[in-house]
């Protein structure tokens, strides 16, 4: 697979578990506590394509791949 654009990045934090993005992408409503699992962001890190639900604009994200800061989707989200 060819290397995904940093444009279609978006950073994300894990704290007590639970799994936030600072700002939707979508809507930019801020703090935004996702709904996915630990055993979830595993398997995207694994390389598993996941879909994100964001329960404050109910957009849903692709993502490809994840790492230890980053969702990186199949779409630009910059």
């Known amino acids: 697979m060819k290397p995904l ?3 279609h990045t978006w950073p994300y934090e894990k704290q007590m578990g639970e799994i936030y993005v600072d700002t939707c992408p979508y809507c930019g ?5 996702t709904y996915m699992k630990a055993n979830t962001l595993s398997r995207a890190k694994e390389g598993v394509k996941t ?8 957009q849903t994200m692709t993502i490809l791949e994840a790492d230890d800061d980053y969702f990186w989707a199949d ?4």
């Open 5 to 7: 654009p940093f444009d």
């Open 29 to 33: 409503e801020s703090n935004v506590l």
């Open 51 to 58: 879909r994100l639900n964001f329960p404050c604009c109910l």
């Open 75 to 78: 779409e630009p989200l910059r």
